[in-house]
């Protein structure tokens, strides 16, 4: 019934951890373009005007209606004059010149191919650039280059990888985490975080939490058969820390960016064929998969649980919020109170939307 209130633009928050945005975007024009434009930022390591574009992106997605006019925009707040622009050439023109001029530049269009694989990130995609290289056939090719294990790995099961993963997947996959953690704990919960919790149908990746109520006895259990590549972090955390305040910190869990090899009959893998003799040809039955397994201490899951169900916009406003505007340090372990100089304890991420004094958003609603 609530749902029945009029819209008014400037009563829209500026931090989408007090929207509710979930997947019908009917902004979808917009939103794409300052995606592109964001993502051309970050690769140029522009964190100001990348994150100006995602935060406009996220309010875009919010609206429950389209865009047609500049007139809808007006009042509502991460609108600067860089991404008004932009709007306003969609709106008259039906595509942004700003956009499509990033998708045809060069440096673009290289940086979006090396950061496709698995273990490359923009670094590494600047080194590759500087060198001269400018297309993954070219990498592969120059036979100087030392790839990481985690990259070689990434070009090995390239084609599985870049190839979404879908729902269906996740259940398979989620089935057969589910067996294997219970053979090593038996009483251990393990919960399907990132886009997949968030309602998405399909995704880049699988992100697991796992966590042991009782005892700690979690060391062994990352290290098992069903892994194709596997590298392990082991869990930095120390008690008692202070959340960190970056934005975009990683965190200190023992975890594993994974690549699992899920078996699946009667999948079409003709393209791992082509050079073998068709007739005598091994038909490929399984499917590269990439897959994030997080170990959390009991303690801790409520903050992991929130922390990496993302979506990464929301996780980063919820930050931003708790610094701003309620003097607290949040991140995936703990919330940190700066003024009373105590740690917040939660055992459910309902607890911690009310320790911010936050109205709580379901996992469907935080697709910011
Ligand atoms: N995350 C985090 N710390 C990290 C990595 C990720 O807190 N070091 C969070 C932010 C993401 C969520 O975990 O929202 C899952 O990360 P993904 O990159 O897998 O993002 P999604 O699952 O949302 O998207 P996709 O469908 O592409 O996998
Ligand atoms: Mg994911």
Same mark, same amino acid.
């Given at each position: ?22 997947? @019908? ?16 930022? !970050?690769?140029? !390591?522009?964190? =100001? %005007? ?8 996220? +309010? ?7 865009? =047609? ?20 050439? =969609? ?10 001029? +990033? ?13 496709? +694989? %698995? ?8 080194? &590759? ?25 990434? *070009? ?16 398979? +996959? ?14 251990? #919960? ?5 886009? *997949? ?59 594993? *960016? ?27 039955? &399984? ?10 201490? %009991? !303690? ?7 922390? &990496? ?14 610094? /701003?505007?309620?003097?607290? =340090? ?19 991420? !309902?607890?911690?939307?009310? /320790? #911010? ?6 996992? &469907?609603?935080? @697709?910011?």
């Amino acid at each position: 019934e609530s749902e029945a209130l009029p819209f008014i633009a400037s009563k829209v928050s500026q931090y989408s951890c007090q929207r509710k945005t979930t997947l @019908n975007n009917c902004n979808k024009k917009f939103t794409d373009a300052f995606e592109i434009m964001a993502e051309n930022y !970050e690769f140029k !390591e522009n964190e =100001i %005007f990348s994150l100006e574009f995602l935060r406009a992106a996220s +309010v875009l997605k919010f609206l429950p209606f389209p865009v =047609i006019r500049m007139k809808d925009i007006q009042g509502l707040p991460c609108m600067g004059d860089r991404v008004k622009d932009v709007i306003e050439e =969609i709106i008259e023109e039906g595509e942004s010149s700003r956009a499509k001029e +990033v998708l045809n530049d060069e440096r673009y269009k290289s940086f979006k191919q090396f950061t496709s +694989v %698995f273990g490359v990130g923009v670094k590494t995609s600047e080194k &590759w650039y500087r060198m001269g290289l400018r297309t993954l056939e070219e990498v592969k090719a120059d036979k100087t280059l030392k790839l990481s294990k985690m990259q070689k790995a990434g *070009f090995l099961y390239y084609e599985d990888l870049v190839s979404c993963v879908s729902k269906a997947e996740a259940d398979a +996959v989620s089935l057969i985490v589910r067996n294997t953690v219970c053979t090593f704990l038996p009483d251990a #919960l393990v919960t399907i975080t990132g886009g *997949f919790r968030r309602g998405k149908k399909t995704g880049h990746d699988i992100d697991f939490l796992i966590t042991n109520p009782g005892p700690r006895e979690d060391d062994e259990l990352l290290q098992k058969g069903l892994l194709l590549y596997c590298d392990v972090i082991e869990s930095t955390f120390l008690k008692e820390q202070i959340p960190s305040r970056k934005v975009d910190a990683m965190d200190n869990f023992q975890k594993c *960016f994974a690549i699992l090899k899920l078996c699946q009959p009667g999948v079409d893998n003709s393209s791992y064929n082509t050079s073998k003799n068709t007739d005598m040809a091994e038909v490929k039955d &399984w499917k590269a998969i990439r897959v994030d397994l997080v170990i959390t201490p %009991f !303690e801790q899951y409520a903050y992991a649980l929130l922390g &990496w169900t993302g979506s990464r916009q929301f996780g980063r406003d919820l930050r931003r919020y708790a610094n /701003h505007e309620k003097k607290m =340090i949040l991140d995936n372990h703990a919330l940190y109170d700066r003024e009373k100089r105590i740690f917040l304890k939660a055992g459910s991420e !309902e607890e911690i939307f009310a /320790h #911010l004094g936050l109205d709580y958003v379901e996992p &469907w609603e935080r @697709n910011a």
